[in-house]
């Protein structure tokens, strides 16, 4: 069973960075986009940055220029670096995999991707 987990997330003043890490195993990594996505309280969860497996990259216009997402197809890992944290970046962050399409690069919506860790949870406050 293809599985995903995340590691990284924590309590930041704003201003502040972190470094999310996702962890892949049981399927071929190499062949899948990756994505990162967050969910705020109350709030529908949203596309943050997905790249291919060739590091095409895209970012929503929110994060635009503090995050930055990155990936490594021998060691089956993906990142998402986030600096300077705003109090609205608050939310579970979640990374998935368009497992059901091999060597695509769908858009960076949540619907496209069938594989998904339990989220790591960021706190942005003073």
């Known amino acids: 069973q293809p599985q995903l987990v995340e590691s990284g997330g924590g309590l930041v003043q704003p201003g502040g960075s972190l470094r999310l890490s996702c962890t892949a195993s049981g399927f071929p990594f190499d062949v899948y986009a990756i994505g990162w996505f967050r969910q705020a309280p109350g709030k529908e969860r949203e596309g943050v940055s997905c790249?291919?497996?060739?590091?095409?990259?895209n970012y929503a216009d929110s994060v635009k220029g503090r995050f930055t997402i990155s990936r490594d197809n021998i060691k089956g890992m993906a990142w998402l670096q986030i600096d300077n944290l705003e109090p609205e970046d608050t939310a579970v962050y979640y990374c998935a995999a368009d497992t059901r399409e091999r060597y695509l690069f769908r858009p960076c919506v949540s619907s496209n991707f069938a594989t998904w860790g339990q989220g790591t949870r960021v706190t942005v406050s003073s």
């Open positions: 790249i291919s497996i060739s590091g095409i990259t």
